[in-house]
């Protein structure tokens, strides 16, 4: 039988990774970070890498079972343990130079059966110790891209009414075509998207909203927006001049919220699937900017884990726009993966704002960010609140409003 995962579109995507994801640069010493389902794609990538002259290649690999061991077989204290070590030393890589590339992409469910506290703590403990490492992501300090593998325990879940070997081709073709490597010269297309995103951020930008203001079913939702806010789409620049595009694929033009100034209720258009857990019909209620009441019908508790993880938490890091003509949307497939379903709705995102969202940012030190309303936390989760019956009003600094979205669309 035919490999599920066609071999000459994956190593399109492992080109695309490597020259526009990360716009690897000669000499670049590379950390890349996969579950062990990915080899085929991690040895494509390494081998673009070294061709691109990167100069050491680093993979860090996960696997299901060694992660479902320490659940079941660990000891009770180690839960509020975590890596910390590792996660300096990748931070400690970044300042030397190196970047960054993660591959997506393992079994969204696989904690989904285990102790909710146990999962909460250790992803608490985690984002903790990855602060460090995440702050250089979260200020482009180096060039860092995501991209997905279509793992089978992940194609089942999206496709569980097809045999294994559908399932996974169906989701291979789905992430080769939002990637952008179904077919003709993927760099190419790459370029003629970031134009077209670059016009939507420009325009945004032009506008200077100070507020954005969503409506639909279950949601009312008003989002300020930071003083001085940037909106970005597409490719990034680094601190060091690098461009990178740090999502593979990416349809989302998106800036930092003011933290003290959203208020309202919305309501989620799709289950958010938070490291191994699947949280349902998110629906919560904003004052002056902090989540004061948060209800799910399905994972509630690791919602409120996660809202607790510190008091930046509750607060907005980022709102996106995202059309809902988007081919990852149009697709009509819930991929329970934020790198996918973020690309297939507006979304808002709780938690660390990016630096890179204002105007300057990229040398603005932690406290001009604050006090510009960007927000700070060890965490930074992104969940979706568009849809094709959402509107989305800007309010200008004026008081005026201007109609931006209806019903999903661009006006
Ligand atoms: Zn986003
Ligand atoms: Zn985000």
């Known amino acids: ?61 996960s696997d299901n079972e060694v992660t479902l061991a320490r ?48 999962v909460g703590r250790a992803n608490k403990a985690m984002s903790m110790a990855y602060t460090p490492a995440r702050e250089r992501i979260t200020r482009f300090a180096t060039n860092w891209t995501i991209v997905a593998w279509p793992d089978a325990d992940w194609a089942r879940l999206v496709s569980p009414d097809l045999d294994d070997y559908a399932a996974q081709r169906k989701l291979a073709d789905a992430i080769f075509a939002a990637s952008r490597v179904d077919d003709g010269d993927a760099v190419a297309r790459w370029e003629a998207h970031n134009a077209e995103l670059g016009r939507r951020s420009a325009w945004l930008d032009g506008q200077n909203f100070s507020t954005l203001h969503f409506t639909g079913p279950g949601t009312d939702l008003e989002v300020g927006l930071a003083d ?75 919602l409120q884990k996660v809202l607790d993880t510190d008091e930046g938490a509750r607060r907005l890091g980022e709102v996106a726009l995202v059309p809902h003509a988007s081919p990852i949307s149009q697709s009509g497939m819930l991929f329970y993966n934020t790198l996918f379903d973020e690309n297939a709705a507006s979304h808002i995102a709780l938690g660390q704002c990016y630096a890179t969202c204002f105007h300057g940012g990229d040398k603005m030190e932690n406290d001009e960010v604050a006090r510009r309303g960007g927000n700070a936390s060890a965490i930074h989760i992104d969940w979706m609140i568009g849809s094709d019956q959402i509107d989305v009003d800007g309010i200008s600094q004026e008081g005026e409003r201007i109609a931006v979205m209806r019903k999903g669309a661009w006006v």
């Open 1 to 61: 039988m035919q490999d599920p995962i066609d071999p000459v579109k994956l190593d399109r995507l492992a080109e695309v990774a490597v020259k526009v994801g990360l716009n690897l640069q000669p000499g670049q010493d590379l950390v890349l970070t996969a579950p062990v389902s990915a080899l085929p794609l991690v040895r494509r990538i390494t081998e673009h890498a070294y061709k691109a002259g990167a100069g050491l290649v680093t993979p860090i690999l």
């Open 71 to 118: 659940y079941r077989h660990a000891h009770d204290d180690s839960f509020d343990a975590s890596a910390a070590w590792l996660y300096d030393g990748m931070a400690a890589a970044y300042d030397n130079g190196a970047a960054r590339l993660a591959i997506a992409g393992g079994d969204p469910m696989l904690l989904a059966n285990e102790d909710p506290d146990k």
């Open 228 to 302: 001085g806010h940037k909106w970005i789409a597409g490719a990034t620049e680094t601190a060091g001049g690098i461009l990178c595009n740090p999502n593979i694929p990416s349809e989302e033009v998106f800036t930092t919220p003011h933290k003290l100034r959203v208020k309202g209720h919305v309501s989620a258009t799709k289950p958010l699937s938070h490291q191994g857990t699947l949280i349902e019909n998110i629906q919560v209620r904003f004052e002056d900017g902090r989540i004061v009441e948060a209800k799910a019908t399905k994972g509630e508790k690791v």
